[in-house]
């Protein structure tokens, strides 16, 4: 009698588990069902700095110094993007005394993961994952994200992997090493539909690249990455000096055709101007 009560028992614990693997975390609401392509931008942090001159710019062309860290999800009814991971969530409600990098401070109050879990999402459901360039302030998270397949670019996987890439940085990325990696070369079409397309901007780093999403009541917008960093660096014709003689002038030149052709809107995300209207997730642009 006792084995048959601990074998019914095994079984009811069984179902219950079976059930729990079926059933949405705790506490996320469910997951987006999209018919359309939707993009929200999150909150990966803030930057403190303030040395314009890096940019080619003056104090005084500068309002705010900072710059604003935002990632970008696409929900797209054939998978989902993410793009740029952001400071680490490590440094979530830290001193900026201890997150220091070199002479800019970084300010962290909520995490990628709970930005995401806000829409419904985790870090499985993540189909791919793209960064703009593989700056440590881009790619704080990408550890967490390794599951997905990585859309990379050859000439920034080099970089990335290379004997003297910054180890902070590299930190951060190192599971991308093992992770499924599709190589994309020139401008790639995420979904083949043309609604979601990695622009190769290259000139910040060798495989710098730009995000595009065609919506269908917001209309095209661009995420430039780092292609600029403050508003006043396109008003005023300015970029950072060392990329003068990079391709970074090409680059600029490329998006500018671009947002014509396409009547899209140019979103600067290290531009805290932008940011702070921005439409913030759980928010969403469609």
């Known amino acids: 009698?006792?084995?048959?009560?601990?074998?019914?028992?095994?079984?009811?614990?069984?179902?219950?588990?079976?059930?729990?693997a079926q059933t949405p975390p705790s506490g996320l609401p469910p997951l987006p069902k999209v018919s359309d392509v939707r993009l929200y931008v999150l909150d990966c942090g803030t930057i403190i700095s303030h040395q314009p001159e890096r940019f080619g710019l003056a104090r005084e062309d500068v309002p705010d110094p900072d710059f604003s860290d935002p990632c970008f999800l696409v929900v797209h009814p054939k998978g989902i993007l993410l793009f740029d991971t952001g400071l680490t969530d490590a440094q979530v409600g830290r001193p900026i005394y201890e997150n220091k990098m070199g002479y800019e401070g970084q300010l962290k109050t909520v995490s990628l993961k709970g930005e995401l879990a806000n829409i419904g999402v985790t870090a499985p459901m993540i189909t791919y994952l793209a960064?703009?360039?593989?700056?440590?302030?881009?790619?704080?998270?990408?550890?967490?994200?390794a599951g997905s397949t990585w859309l990379a670019r050859k000439a920034e996987y080099d970089v990335m992997f290379a004997a003297d890439a910054n180890a902070v940085a590299r930190k951060g990325y190192a599971a991308l090493a093992h992770a499924k990696i599709q190589y994309i070369e020139g401008d790639h079409d995420v979904f083949g539909d043309g609604s979601v397309v990695l622009l190769s901007t290259p000139?910040?780093?060798?495989?710098?690249?730009?995000?595009?999403?065609?919506?269908?009541?917001?209309?095209?917008?661009?995420?430039?990455?780092d292609l600029y960093h403050y508003t006043a660096e396109k008003t005023l014709g300015r970029m950072p000096p060392r990329e003068q003689s990079l391709e970074t002038p090409a680059?600029?030149?490329?998006v500018d055709a671009f947002l014509a052709r396409t009547h899209s809107q140019l979103w600067m995300g290290h531009a805290i101007d932008w940011y702070q209207n921005a439409v913030k997730a759980p928010g969403w642009y469609d």
């Open 1 to 20: 009698m006792a084995l048959k009560r601990l074998a019914a028992f095994f079984a009811v614990m069984a179902c219950c588990l079976a059930a729990a």
């Open 131 to 145: 960064i703009s360039h593989s700056h440590w302030d881009h790619v704080g998270n990408a550890n967490d994200y």
């Open 203 to 225: 000139g910040h780093t060798p495989g710098h690249q730009s995000l595009y999403v065609k919506l269908a009541r917001t209309g095209g917008v661009v995420d430039s990455g």
């Open 251 to 254: 680059s600029r030149k490329k």
